[in-house]
């Protein structure tokens, strides 16, 4: 036997035998009368729907104002476009809003209900039931397996940073902000314009004319890497430069300097292999030194930090001029040296850097 599924009309308009003319009338009266009974029945059934949604809604609202009923999962509901949604309660001043959606019967609500996706993440959506739509996708791929995040950590951190990069400006007669033991420092064209040689020109001309022989000045240092000119020789008095470099960095910084160096880096091939000063393994020198200053005359080279822990390396280019420093912990937590150039880059522009150790205000991290 075959069975045919039967359309909405046919629901509430049942088939009428084939008649003659003569009883059509009749028939079609008949028809009309049947299917305005259907739709008083119909409407009748649309009447109690709406009254168990007012009974669901109205339990849903008094869970809602009960603090006992506060996390818990909210009643069932259809609106008037047959949407389904939950009513999810919200421990914030929001609840009642929240849960409106999917408990009361209208199209608004169940428009706003399509905003939303219930969402089973069991690492960080456990404790948040609901989460938009992009959310999810973020986190899921299209075959529904986990995506790698671009972000690890929501939770804030008030762990102080391992290097705090700061800038200061060149017409500041004293540095005016607050140091801290973490604090590297960066100021440009203190002494002269990057293009200006005028200050390394004369430094090496003082030193050469100070009356000490160049094989005593100038001693290899750090594994032969470059030289530097020897504290131990009367080369200062003859280089009144060196000292106006320094009662600059004495004014800027109000430090009280304990010990200078003065390196030479003859070409490109010359570089200074990452170290700690002193102060890091000698407690002595950790006493009266918390702050290290490098200023740069010359050719432009990359000074470079290395963590002493990570092996990760930063790196600063200072150009002819600029004044690079840090403080205590910097120079614990990191390494710092002068960057080699690589061969096919070679030039035989020279840099000086002079170098004060001593102590500065800063606070310690």
Same mark, same amino acid.
């Given at each position: ?42 409407? =009748? ?7 168990? &949604? %007012?009974?669901?809604?109205?339990? !849903?609202? +008094?869970? /809602? $104002? ?50 939303? =996706? ?7 959506? &456990? %404790?948040?039931?609901?989460?938009? !739509?992009? +959310?999810? /996708? $973020? ?227």
């Amino acid at each position: 036997m075959e069975v045919r599924r039967r359309n909405s009309l046919e629901r509430y308009t049942p088939k009428q035998p084939v008649t003659n003319d003569n009883n059509r009338d009749e028939q079609l009266t008949d028809q009309m009368n049947s299917i305005h009974i259907s739709d008083k029945q119909n409407e =009748q059934k649309q009447q109690r729907r709406r009254a168990v &949604n %007012n009974h669901l809604y109205s339990s !849903q609202q +008094n869970r /809602n $104002s009960d603090p006992s009923h506060r996390g818990n999962r909210g009643g069932r509901g259809r609106g008037q476009g047959r949407g389904r949604g939950r009513g999810g309660n919200y421990n914030n001043e929001n609840d009642n809003n929240r849960n409106t959606w999917g408990s009361a019967g209208d199209n608004s609500n169940h428009e706003e209900k399509n905003k939303f =996706q219930y969402v089973e993440d069991e690492k960080s959506f &456990n %404790n948040t039931p609901f989460k938009k !739509q992009d +959310n999810y /996708n $973020s986190h899921y791929s299209k075959n529904n397996t986990p995506r790698k995040k671009n972000t690890e950590n929501f939770k804030p951190s008030h762990k102080p940073a391992d290097m705090r990069i700061l800038t200061a400006h060149k017409d500041w007669k004293t540095y005016k902000r607050e140091m801290t033991s973490r604090d590297v420092l960066v100021v440009h064209d203190v002494f002269c314009a990057p293009d200006d040689l005028t200050i390394y020109n004369k430094l090496l001309n003082e030193i050469k004319n100070s009356g000490v022989e160049e094989l005593d000045l100038w001693q290899l240092w750090h594994g032969d890497s470059h030289v530097i000119a020897d504290d131990k020789k009367r080369w200062k008095d003859a280089c009144p430069t060196f000292h106006m470099v320094l009662d600059k960095i004495r004014d800027y910084f109000q430090m009280d300097i304990k010990a200078t160096r003065l390196n030479w880096y003859r070409d490109s091939n010359e570089w200074k292999p990452f170290h700690h000063d002193a102060a890091a393994i000698k407690p002595d020198k950790a006493k009266t030194q918390n702050f290290t200053v490098g200023v740069s005359f010359g050719a432009e080279r990359d000074a470079a930090f290395e963590h002493a822990a990570t092996k990760t390396v930063i790196s600063m280019p200072q150009p002819n001029g600029t004044i690079y420093t840090f403080g205590k912990d910097v120079n614990c937590i990191w390494r710092h040296g002068i960057l080699q150039v690589a061969p096919e880059n070679y030039h035989t522009n020279g840099r000086i850097s002079i170098i004060a150790w001593g102590w500065a205000p800063q606070t310690q991290i």
